[in-house]
């Protein structure tokens, strides 16, 4: 089952913050961020494996909270560079404690950011 | 750089054609997927292989199957296309395990 992305769609003025958030109803093993530019290929942002693990890219950062089975992208400052749709993917945890990097990703938020 | 190549940006085919689009990488990368992005959707995973003649199905493989025989190339078939199967095609790579994936540029299928 897909992963739930909320909201579908947000439009910010550059400077501003956004939080993207990403709902599982499974337990996750891990759950990963990608940025995809109209016309282009998806382009990886970051991977979180463990519960409570938050990661930083420039000021793009995330959370994973394992208990909830969610987690969240912070854009901070927002540029004109950040416009585009963002996914998370998810990879549930099996029962062998394998991971195959095999991804069920969200519909995606849009993001647009005017100037 | 990791580099993906796919063997088409875009592709026009009849229904009931066999259709076959490759994917190539060339960073010795273990696992190989094919996704399919229809709008609103996001990306749903149709094959992924984790090593040479492995295949696992993913989300959404009903009407299409794969061929891993060398590491670097992972084929996507489409047995017997239809006008649903008309979609964005993408293929990714990842090293091992969960690790980044790499996506190439796509193929734009249209069957008619």
């Known amino acids: 089952q897909q992963p739930v992305q909320s909201p579908q769609a947000v439009i910010l003025r550059e400077g501003e913050d956004a939080v993207i958030n990403c709902s599982s109803s499974k337990a996750l093993y891990s759950v990963h961020w990608y940025r995809q530019k109209h016309g282009e290929a998806p382009v990886f942002l970051m991977i979180?494996?463990?519960?409570?693990e938050q990661k930083g890219h420039e000021k793009i950062s995330a959370s994973f909270n394992e208990k909830k089975q969610q987690s969240s992208l912070y854009l901070t400052a927002s540029q004109l560079s950040y416009s585009g749709t963002y996914f998370c993917g998810t990879e549930g945890r099996n029962a062998g404690g394998t991971s195959y990097g095999k991804l069920t990703f969200g519909q995606g938020t849009i993001l647009t950011v005017h100037p | 750089d990791v580099k993906v190549t796919q063997s088409s940006r875009y592709l026009v085919k009849r229904t009931g054609e066999k259709v076959f689009l490759e994917c190539v990488q060339d960073m010795d990368h273990e696992n190989m997927f094919w996704y399919r992005q229809d709008p609103g959707l996001g990306l749903r995973l149709i094959y992924f292989s984790y090593d040479v003649k492995m295949k696992e199905k993913g989300d959404i493989p009903e009407g299409y199957s794969v061929s891993r025989e060398k590491k670097e190339r992972f084929s996507l078939i489409l047995e017997s296309a239809s006008t649903n199967q008309t979609s964005m095609y993408l293929c990714?790579?990842?090293?091992?395990?969960?690790?980044?994936?790499?996506f190439g540029p796509g193929t734009r299928l249209t069957v008619t």
């Open positions: 979180l494996l463990k519960g409570g």
């Open positions: 990714a790579s990842s090293l091992r395990g969960p690790d980044e994936q790499y």
